[in-house]
Antibody, heavy 122, light 106 residues
């Protein structure tokens, strides 16, 4: 089934930037759409962004549009989430999530990374 | 965006009980629905996909049913290990959206 391992989380001040990485193993990242989903303290799960399997299309939640960028390095089988102009309300555990089927982009998730904690605080 | 409404938001049950959690979609999603189990400090784990297909390795006491806008997750013979929060999630349309969760206590 594979594995996803996130890294890059931490504590950052409002307005600053942070980049999350998600290293994939056991499957080829570029054959699948890949997503980021977050869970803020005391709240439910919120989808953040998707990178299409062709690497040419992206889609973002309105809450992060214009501030976050999803990308990948196929040679390293790694997904990224560049987060700029961070806000206190971006504080959450961020999960890297795989689409179940190749060449599909619907959010049919099958497995998740362990998550990376991002805390935005002054 | 498609709204997913779960009920109840919390549930207290006993070992051996049969419990049911419901999820209602704001529009027809056919059977494009996942059910997850989330435990503290762990990533959500898929239990059921396509509304009724059991994920590999998930105990058979978990089952899902429904189509269109109304779905249910049933846990038969509740076990202590089932203490968790359960979520539904639709994937009929982007963006994928989640129910607000059902916290199960035993």
């Amino acid at each position: 089934q594979g594995q996803l391992v996130e890294s890059g989380g931490g504590v950052v001040q409002p307005g600053r930037s942070l980049r999350l990485s998600c290293a994939a193993s056991g499957f080829t990242l570029s054959n699948y759409a890949m997503h980021w989903v977050r869970k803020a303290p005391g709240k439910g799960l919120e989808w953040v962004a998707v990178l299409f399997y062709d690497g040419n299309d992206e889609n973002y939640a309105d809450s992060v549009k214009g501030r976050f960028t999803i990308s990948r390095d196929s040679s390293k089988n790694t997904l990224f989430l560049e987060m700029n102009s961070l806000k206190v309300e971006d504080t959450a555990v961020y999960y890297c999530v795989k689409e179940r089927q190749q060449w599909l982009v619907v959010g049919a998730f099958d497995f998740w990374g362990q998550g990376a904690q991002v805390t935005v605080s002054s | 965006d498609i709204q997913m409404t779960q009920s109840p938001s919390s549930l207290s049950a006993s070992v051996g009980d049969r419990i049911t959690i419901t999820c209602q979609a704001s529009q027809d999603i056919t059977t494009y629905l996942n059910w997850y189990q989330e435990k503290p400090g762990k990533a959500p784990k898929v239990l059921i996909y396509d509304a009724s297909t059991l994920e590999t390795g998930v105990p058979s006491r978990f089952s899902g049913s429904g189509s269109g806008t109304h779905f249910t997750l049933t846990i038969n013979s509740l076990q202590p290990d089932d203490i968790a929060t359960y979520y539904c999630q639709q994937y009929d349309n982007l963006p994928p959206t989640f129910g607000q969760g059902t916290k199960l206590e035993i």
